[in-house]
């Protein structure tokens, strides 16, 4: 590894100590690590509260759902627990997932909730107990009642948007047909709008940048004298000393005058040969190292580890952010960028390599740096004041002249010194031995110290100007949305898909049995995920699936998050007998332009060769070969799991947070039954709303829901059954 001129090696100064790290980028992967998901067994109700919050507005409701049972069964309850407890139990389920122990937990939520006085929960919860009953009474094959599903949808309406939005995210796929098309009427433009509020295409971005790293001054080597040096010095100074001595003890001994000013003379050459020697040896130098610095003089830097644990993979990184920002930067007017950059960025990948790769710190987190300096080096490109410094360390002709007049000099008083009498032949022979020890190691060691206390004044300059950058960097990650945020931006996401997918296949709700909105991350797009929280990526493929009578609509688009834009529509339908299976496997995934491809286990001779990355998937398997796959992210340590979590916790949540969890009840009872699917789903919700009904379950009553458990009221303290 190359060194500019003046700095032998680094040394990180200041802010050279590496702080807690709450966001880090391992390979393609950013993490931040703000506490979202994390929760102790010994931590307070308040702490828990607001984990198992976190991860119900996170999409993983199940995790959500366990957290606040616990909380009930401990006795920490309230109308807020009981009703997002509530919203657990059915997020992310359908209507053929319902059953005894959901119909349990519902119970409990609502005894819960009628043990305190009414407040905005409870209304919130009697509005998902309206619904419900609407719904169950639809299923029963009952006609719609008119009154009360007008009712309900008045009581929905009532309530705060923040809990409108709560109610059909995660009732979504319990709520259908008439119900869903009168909710519909300004629930569509209500989920438009949101799904690009909150300035999305401004925020969302910042959740995949890791948190910067700090600032790092690149410290200078103190210029080190070598005692061989120092001897040569000291040994030409003696021989001066000598030099004077001599002359002077020769003086009333013949014609001295001559000898005198000869040694005048040659003292005075030495000093201006010193004096402007030294001023051209600095300047020299301060204009090697800057033109190091500037990338005026090319310095190539290899692709490989400078030793000192600093991996070769950290390297690469940070030479490819280098050429990607400085290619980002570039002026939109006529140049050779490229050309004209090369020898900066070379030695910017230098500099970075050696601030940073000893630092625990992960590549991505120096990207706000070098994007900085690849725009302070276009601003300079397009001024035209990047090389401005060599003009004013170039010698002037006239230290040039002063330079060869001491030189001049010098030589003329030896002469005249040597060309007096014998006794100044002797000093004049010390003054050439002292002035050639002397003047080359004088020159070069106070040229090196001023270039070194000017090195050091401009690092500080610099690390002050990179500081100020890196507070204002700070400021614009400042609004880096949630990963809740991230959460209900894609929910609403999945909410409009559908709306577009029915309008587009010209369907209403009521047409639709059930339906499945799943999603992939796209191979080229950015991940980032909290701790202990699902992946959130930059583009997603999504698919909805709209079951009808006649059959199976899919429809599948692509996804721009950080926008809400979709492109590239594909469309398939196919009968119910047509569906051979529907599964979740571990297959083979290579990636080739930014396209992912399954690698079946048959084409492999039964097994992956270790160039295929392993990821689950859920496939649905027609009767003519073809499939339908989503892939979810399969967690691997060292590379997608931080120390502190769970790996097969985490496999878990990706499957849930993609909707492949419920969409395998639906879809594996439709490969299992074929066009019976539609009768037998019938039919099974029709016996689960005569049991949930006989059950206790929630009925409308004059006014509105008020006896949801029937004439024995709410028992005294619910027994939550522990979630499966």
Known sequence: MNFPPGQSGPVAQDNAHVDQQIGVNFGETTFHNNGTYYVNQEDPPERKF????????????????????????????????????????????????????????????????????????????????????????????????????????????????????EITRHLDMMLGGAIQDHLDVVEAQRVAEARVGGGRARRAWKFFEPVPAKPRLLGVQPV???????????????????????????????????????????????????????????????????????????????????????STDFVRQIHEQVDARFSEARPHVEGQWQAATEGVREYLKWRFVILYGNAQLKAPMVNWLIRWHAKRVADGWLTGTRFGYRAGLLPSSQTIVLFRVGVAAAVAGFVGMASSQAGYVGAAVFAAVGAFLVWRPVVQVYAARQLHTEQEAAGRRLFAEEQQGYDAWLAVLADRPSDAEMAVWLDLDKSHLKTSALRRASLANRDVVAHVVLTEGDPSALRA??????????????????????????????????????????????????????????????????????????????????????????????????????????????IDVTEQEDEARLNSL??????????????????????????????????????????????LLGDGLRDPFGEDGPEAGPEVPEPR
């Open 224 to 310: 080190n004298v070598p005692t061989a040096t120092w001897a040569r010095i000291w040994l030409g100074v003696a021989a001066f000393v000598i030099a004077v001595i001599v002359a002077l003890s020769s003086i009333g001994s013949g014609n001295t005058a001559l000898g005198l000013v000869a040694l005048v003379v040659f003292g005075a050459g030495v000093y201006g040969a010193l004096r402007f020697g030294l001023d051209r040896e600095f300047r020299a130098r301060k204009l090697a190292w800057l033109d190091a610095e500037h990338g005026y003089t090319l310095q190539r830097q290899a692709m490989v580890s400078p030793g000192h644990w600093v």
């Open 50 to 165: 607001a984990v198992a919050l976190n991860h119900l507005r996170g999409g993983t409701a199940r995790a959500a759902e366990s957290i606040f049972a616990d909380l009930l069964r401990n006795g920490h309850a309230s109308t807020q627990t009981a009703y997002y407890y509530a919203l657990s139990v059915f997020s992310e389920r359908s209507l053929n997932e319902m059953g005894d122990e959901m119909y349990s937990r519902y119970r409990d939520a609502n005894r819960t909730a009628a043990r305190f006085p009414d407040d905005e929960w409870r209304a919130a919860l009697a509005v998902v107990a309206d619904l419900l009953s609407c719904v169950w009474r639809q299923e029963s094959g009952e006609a719609l009642d008119q009154t009360a599903l007008t009712k309900a949808i008045d009581n929905f309406n009532a309530l705060s948007v923040g809990r409108q939005i």
């Open 654 to 699: 990706a499957l849930e947070a993609s909707g492949i969890v419920g969409a395998l009840h639906v879809l594996e009872a439709v490969a299992a039954e074929g066009r019976d699917w539609i009768a037998r789903e019938q039919e099974r919700r029709r016996r689960r709303s005569e049991d949930w009904r006989r059950a206790g379950g929630p009925r």
């Open 529 to 638: 995920r909290e701790v202990g929280g699902p992946m959130r990526y930059s583009k997603y493929v999504v698919l909805v699936f709209l079951l009808t009578r006649s059959g199976v609509r899919e429809i599948e688009v692509d996804l721009d998050f950080l926008n809400a834009n979709t492109h590239d529509e594909r469309r398939t339908s196919f009968r119910y007998d047509a569906l051979a299976s529907a599964r979740v496997s571990e297959v083979g995934v290579r990636y080739a332009d930014n396209k992912r491809y399954i690698v079946r286990s048959d084409d492999t001779a039964g097994h992956l060769d270790k160039h295929t990355l392993r990821k689950r998937a859920f496939r649905l398997r027609l009767l003519d070969g073809d499939d339908i796959s989503v892939v979810v992210e399969t967690y691997r340590r060292q």
